[in-house]
C-alpha cells in the first residue's frame, strides 16, 4: 500500500460516496421540474420522499472528497501545494470554467435569484454559484479544494491519537452545531432568508462532513470496525431519520416546496451522517469480498464530478424536448425516464469529453 499508484487504484469509500451522491443528485432537479406540472398532492408527497431521500448528496461528496484526498495525499510530503493545486486545475477548476461559461451562456435562463446585465454581474452569477441551480455546490465545494492543506496539517497533528481525534471531532461537531443554530434563526426562519442566501455555500457549512471524512482515514481501523459492527443499528437511525425529515417537509403543507428541505438543521445532518454510513459499510463488505462491482464503482467515480457539473444541461433538454409533457401523463414514468437518460447523457459526455481531449493532446 505504499505504492502511490497502487493507492490510487484501489475503491474506496470515498468512490462509493462521491458516485452515490452523483447518481442520486441527478435526480433533484428532475424532481423540481416534476412539481411545476402541478401534480396531485399524492404525487407531491411521492416526490417530497424521494426528494429527502436523496438529499444527502452534497454531504457525502465532501465527506467522499475529503476520505480519498486524505488517503491518497497526506502522506506524501513530497507534493507541494504548488502541484497539488495544477492538478486540481485541470481537473477540477477547468471543467467548472467551462461548464459555468455553457450554462450562462447557452442556458442564461437558468441562473438563480439575479440575471446579469453587464460584465458585474455576469462575473458576479460566475462566481456565485447561481449559474445554474446545483452550481451552488462548486462554489462550496472548490473552497475545501483550495483549502486542503488545513485538513491535511489537521490530519497529520491528529496522526493516530485518539485524544486529539477526540478533540478534532468534538470541536467540530460543537461548531457545527452552533451554525446550525446560527443558521435556522438568522436566515431559514430567520430575518436575513434573502439576503444571506449566500451563507448556504460557506464551506463551514459542510466543514463537519469534510472533517469527518479526513478523521474517518485516519482512524479507519476504529472506523471500519465500527461501521461493520454497527450498520444494522446505523440502519435503524437512517429510516428514523428519514421519517423525521419527511415529517418536517409536510408541515408546511401544500403545495410542497422543496426549499423547505435544507441541509442545515439537526434531522437533516443526522439522515446524512447515517448515509454516509450505510455507504461506508456496503463499501467495506465489498471490497473485502473482492466484487468486481469495486472496479466500476472506482472507474465511474473519477468522473462523476464531470458528470455533475452536465446533468442540468442534459435533464433541462429533455424536459423541454418531452419530458414536460411525458410527467404531466404519467409523473412516475416522466420522473424515471428523463433521470435515466440525464444518468446516462451525463457520465456518457464526461467519458466522451475526456477522450476526446486525450486524443488532442496526445497528437499535439
Known amino acids: 500500500m505504499s505504492n502511490p499508484q497502487l493507492i490510487r487504484s484501489i475503491a474506496d469509500i470515498g468512490d462509493y460516496l462521491k458516485l452515490g451522491a452523483c447518481t442520486a443528485v441527478m435526480s433533484q432537479p428532475i424532481l423540481s421540474y416534476a412539481l411545476t406540472t402541478h401534480p396531485s398532492a399524492g404525487v407531491q408527497i411521492g416526490i417530497g420522499i424521494l426528494y429527502n431521500l436523496v438529499k444527502y448528496t452534497a454531504p457525502a461528496f465532501i465527506f467522499g472528497i475529503l476520505y480519498t484526498t486524505t488517503r491518497t495525499i497526506i502522506n506524501n510530503r513530497n507534493l507541494t501545494y504548488h502541484q497539488y493545486l495544477k492538478n486540481t486545475w485541470h481537473a477540477l477548476f477547468i471543467p467548472t470554467i467551462w461548464w459555468t461559461l455553457i450554462y ?54 491528529c496522526g493516530q491519537n485518539a485524544k486529539r481525534g477526540i478533540l478534532t471531532a468534538g470541536s467540530t461537531v460543537m461548531i457545527a452545531g452552533l451554525w446550525l443554530w446560527f443558521y435556522d434563526t438568522q436566515v431559514f426562519n430567520g430575518p436575513h432568508a434573502t439576503d444571506w442566501y449566500l451563507f448556504d455555500r460557506l464551506f463551514i457549512s459542510f466543514l463537519l462532513y469534510g472533517i469527518f471524512g479526513m478523521l474517518a482515514w485516519q482512524y479507519r481501523q476504529v472506523f471500519n470496525r465500527f461501521i461493520t459492527k454497527s450498520w444494522s443499528a446505523i440502519m435503524v437511525v437512517f429510516v428514523v431519520t428519514l421519517w423525521w425529515i419527511n415529517h418536517e417537509l409536510f408541515s408546511y403543507g401544500f403545495p410542497i416546496k422543496l426549499s423547505n428541505a435544507p441541509y442545515y438543521k439537526p434531522s437533516m445532518t443526522i439522515y446524512d451522517l447515517a448515509v454516509i454510513g450505510l455507504f ?40 423541454l424536448l ?25 457520465f456518457g459526455s464526461a467519458f466522451g469529453i475526456h477522450a476526446i481531449w486525450v486524443r488532442l493532446k496526445n497528437h499535439n
Do not use: D
Not at 138 to 156: D, V
Not at 280 to 302: E, I
Not at 322 to 346: A, E, H, N
Open 280 to 319: 461506508a459499510a456496503l463499501c467495506l463488505h465489498q471490497v473485502k469480498s473482492n466484487r468486481p462491482f469495486t472496479n466500476f464503482v472506482h472507474q465511474f467515480a473519477g468522473f462523476a464530478y464531470k458528470a455533475y457539473l452536465s446533468n442540468v444541461f442534459w435533464s433541462e433538454c429533455l424536459w
Open 322 to 346: 418531452f419530458g414536460k409533457t411525458l410527467t404531466t401523463v404519467s409523473p412516475l414514468m416522466g420522473i424515471l425516464v428523463v433521470y435515466m437518460l440525464t444518468w446516462c447523457l451525463s
Open 104 to 157: 450562462l451562456l447557452v442556458m442564461p435562463q437558468m441562473q438563480q435569484v439575479n440575471h446579469y446585465h453587464n460584465l458585474g454581474t455576469f462575473l458576479w452569477q460566475f462566481i456565485n454559484g447561481n449559474a445554474a441551480p446545483h452550481l451552488w455546490y462548486n462554489t462550496m465545494m472548490l473552497q475545501f479544494i483550495i483549502l486542503m492543506p488545513l485538513f491535511w496539517n489537521i490530519g497529520r497533528w
